[in-house]
C-alpha cells in the first residue's frame, strides 16, 4: 500500500518535474541594479531565520522606503526598530548566522527575495546610516548577500492582495489584545486584561 507522503526528492520531482530552465537561471550571486531599486522602494521586509535546532521564524519589518540599505552589491544593513523584545530573529541570527528576506513593494505582485549570511553589528557607522528622524538603532543586521531573485507574481494575483474592495474590515476578529487574553487563558490558564484596539494603537504610535 502506498503512502500519501512524500518523503524522498525522486517523489517530489516526479509530482512535479523538473524546474523550469527560467527559474534557475533568475538566481543570481549579488545585487544587481534592479534589485537595489526594488530594495529602495521597498517599505516592507520579511526575515526568515531558524535556530541551531532547525525551528523557523519569520518576522515583518517595516520603515519608510529604501530603510534597508544597500552598501554595495553584497551587502545589506536592516535596522531594528523596537519590538516585544522577544528577538527571535536576532537570538537565531547569533545561533545559525543565516537569514532569508522577502522585499515587498506596495502596489507590485512580484517580490525580491535575498539570502545569505547575516551577523549583528553594532559598528557606529552602520548604525549611523540606518538613523532615521525617530532614532538611531542600537543595532542593524548585516547581511552578506549569497542568492538574490525576483519573485514571480503568482501568489499575489492570486490573493488579489492590492485590491482594496477585497480587503477584510477590521471588525471581523476581536482586537489583538482580546485575542492574547483568550489564548493566555486557554494554553496558560492565566487571566490578563484585555487591551483594546484604541489603547494598542496608541501605544504603537509611542514606539514607532
Not at 547581511?143 to 492582495?161: I, P
Request: glycine fraction near 6%; proline fraction near 6%; charge should be negative.
Amino acid at each position: 500500500m502506498t503512502t500519501p507522503h512524500i518523503t524522498t526528492l525522486p517523489a517530489l520531482r516526479q509530482l512535479f518535474g523538473p524546474a523550469r530552465e527560467r527559474a534557475l537561471k533568475k538566481e543570481i550571486p549579488a545585487l544587481d541594479a534592479h534589485a537595489v531599486q526594488f530594495i529602495d522602494l521597498s517599505p516592507f521586509v520579511v526575515l526568515a531565520s531558524s535556530d541551531a535546532q532547525g525551528h523557523m521564524d519569520a518576522s515583518p519589518r517595516g520603515g519608510e522606503p529604501g530603510f534597508v540599505k544597500v552598501l554595495d552589491a553584497q551587502t545589506l544593513l536592516v535596522p531594528d526598530s523596537p519590538g516585544n523584545n522577544r528577538l527571535d530573529t536576532l537570538e537565531n541570527i547569533i545561533a545559525t548566522g543565516r537569514l532569508g528576506t522577502l522585499f515587498i513593494v506596495p502596489g507590485f505582485d512580484e517580490t525580491l527575495r535575498v539570502n545569505g549570511r547575516a551577523m549583528l553589528s553594532t559598528e557606529p557607522a552602520d548604525l549611523a546610516l540606518c538613523a532615521d528622524a525617530r532614532r538611531t538603532p542600537a543595532l542593524v543586521i548585516r547581511l552578506s548577500v549569497e542568492s538574490v531573485y525576483l519573485h514571480c507574481a503568482k501568489a499575489f494575483m492570486r490573493s488579489q492582495l492590492w485590491d482594496a474592495s477585497r480587503h477584510t474590515d477590521r471588525t471581523q476578529l476581536p482586537s489583538m489584545g482580546e485575542m492574547m487574553r483568550d489564548q493566555i487563558r486557554a494554553f496558560q490558564g492565566e487571566e490578563i486584561e484585555a487591551e483594546t484596539q484604541a489603547q494598542m494603537l496608541d501605544r504603537y504610535q509611542q514606539s514607532l
